[in-house]
T-cell receptor
Framework: NAGVTQTPKFQVLKTGQSMTLQCAQD?????MSWYRQDPGMGLRLIHY???????DQGEVPNGYNVSRSTTEDFPLRLLSAAPSQTSVYFC????????????FGDGTRLSIL | EDQVTQSPEALRLQEGESSSLNCSYT??????LFWYRQDPGKGPEFLFT???AGEEKEKERLKATLTKKESFLHITAPKPEDSATYLC?????????????FGEGTQLTVNP
């Protein structure tokens, strides 16, 4: 099994550009989440989904959009990139939302110039 | 608001030198406390779940313990392959979705 796959692994953007970070899981998990990880800040929840068609905001949602049209995919969209969005982004999935069952991808390292 | 504080930020040990990492937390009704290991360039990997004060879990050289205010990750006779960042997270009852609150992590280096 591939688990949670994130693409791309690295990306450099200019301020104001838009892009979509892709996340796919092959474990048929209902719960999926996006986190960002910054030095000295720990992992912070951006958006999450409890199933196809259902999404909600986390701790730091501003500047990001999500949608969940299928169980497998949970893309994260940056509509107008800002330098403050330079970070490492992790996608996670779990069958029940329980923290013990969270499977993380290997991250997307995003730099905004 | 749920809060998690980990200490120290970084820890250097010699191979075989045992030590402990600390995770202090404030949460409105603890559903679970989780320890993860994160290697450079990788996502966090689940290690342990603790649910109630007094509970202990062990895996190889690692043992996690829980009190009402903090958790400890004890590392006995560590090896260089134990070098990683260790993350602590809490989940509260009623937390919508799969919301976890993470600490900043402790970066552990074990020298041969």
């Amino acid at each position: 099994n591939a688990g949670v796959t994130q693409t791309p692994k690295f990306q450099v953007l200019k301020t104001g550009q838009s892009m979509t970070l892709q996340c796919a899981q092959d474990m048929n998990h209902e719960y999926m989440s996006w986190y960002r990880q910054d030095p000295g800040m720990g992992l912070r929840l951006i958006h999450y989904s409890v199933g196809a068609g259902i999404t909600d905001q986390g701790e730091v949602p501003n500047g990001y959009n999500v949608s969940r049209s299928t169980t497998e995919d949970f893309p994260l969209r940056l509509l107008s990139a800002a330098p403050s969005q330079t970070s490492v982004y992790f996608c996670a999935s779990s069958p029940s939302g329980d923290g013990r069952a969270q499977h993380f991808g290997d991250g997307t390292r995003l730099s905004i110039l | 608001e749920d809060q998690v504080t980990q200490s120290p930020e970084a820890l250097r040990l010699q191979e075989g030198e045992s030590s402990s990492l600390n995770c202090s937390y404030t949460v409105s009704g603890l559903r679970g406390l989780f320890w993860y290991r994160q290697d450079p360039g990788k996502g966090p990997e689940f290690l342990f779940t603790l649910y109630s004060a007094g509970e202990e879990k062990e895996k190889e050289r690692l043992k996690a313990t829980l009190t009402k205010k903090e958790s400890f990750l004890h590392i006995t006779a560590p090896k260089p392959e134990d070098s990683a960042t260790y993350l602590c997270a809490v989940q509260a009852w009623g937390a919508s979705g799969s919301r976890l609150t993470f600490g900043e992590g402790t970066q552990l280096t074990v020298n041969p």
